[in-house]
């Protein structure tokens, strides 16, 4: 009976907002969803396109970052139907909310720190591609600098909220070569001296990186005009042989026993 009320003081064209509820996720996206009722006969020109934005559907200024991202018909009696419109997006003006962080434990994870790793959900309305790159390391080897590509490392923070420090400092270590071992070992020779002894095969050396949490996952969706993003970071450790036990875990005592250069990054 009501439905046939509204339909007699609806015009063409019109559509009268019935119920509006509005939720939040924990990176802070927004999903507000509208019932309308409509006359069946304009829904071709009433139901909005995906991306619609809030403002230009219904006429107000009140959500200018919501977008359409579904919608939903159920017929009436009367010649009516329900428009269901879900927008998402963030109900205020300007900036993003802060990242959400949570940790997930994963045995073997940990190599300095906890068997986890971090998982950041948070949104982003620059580019995505930003994120997908990964990084870049420097090492000073005293005379010369060395360049290298890396994974993409754990911020500081992430839309204002700081991330967990790494365990320990980024670096890099090897055993000294041969000359490095002479000159921080032997006396400088006298002048006129030559090097007397027998010759033997220079082991081979020894080397370890660990680059604190680097990114070892991403997932994202595109929701309105916002990347909903979720990254996982891991601690990060390569080395060679003799610093992983037979099982396959790493032998700190080993690693933090090796004696020769070192280079933070």
Do not use: C, H
């Amino acid at each position: 009976m009501s439905s046939l009320i509204v339909g007699s003081s609806l015009a063409s064209g019109q559509k009268v907002l019935r119920k509006s509820q509005s939720s939040s996720e924990v990176d802070g996206l927004v999903t507000l969803v509208e019932t309308y009722t409509i006359r069946t006969a304009d829904l071709a020109t009433l139901e909005p396109d995906r991306n619609t934005t809030y403002n230009s559907f219904t006429g107000t200024t009140k959500y200018a970052r919501m977008l359409v991202e579904t919608t939903a018909v159920n017929p009436l009696e009367g010649d009516l139907s329900e428009l269901q419109v879900t927008y998402v997006g963030l109900d205020y003006a300007s900036g993003v909310p802060p990242a959400y962080i949570t940790t997930v434990g994963q045995t073997g994870a940990g190599v300095f720190g906890a068997d986890a790793s971090i998982v950041v959900q948070y949104l982003s309305d620059g580019s995505l591609f930003d994120t997908l790159k990964g990084g870049q390391i420097t090492l000073n080897l005293g005379g010369s600098q060395l360049s290298l590509p890396t994974k993409r490392f754990l911020p500081a923070s992430i839309n204002g909220t700081a991330m967990p420090p790494n365990p320990r400092a980024r670096e890099y270590r090897r055993t000294l070569d041969f000359i490095e071992t002479i000159e921080a070992l032997a006396p400088s020779p006298k002048p006129g001296t030559f090097f007397t002894g027998s010759v033997v095969q220079w082991p081979a050396a020894r080397e370890w990186i660990y680059a604190g949490y680097v990114q070892t996952g991403i997932s994202f969706k595109r929701r309105g005009q916002f990347n909903q993003i979720e990254e996982q970071f891991t601690e990060y450790f390569k080395g060679s042989d003799s610093f992983f036990t037979a099982d396959g875990a790493i032998n700190l005592s080993a690693v933090n026993g090796l004696y020769g250069k070192s280079f933070n990054f």
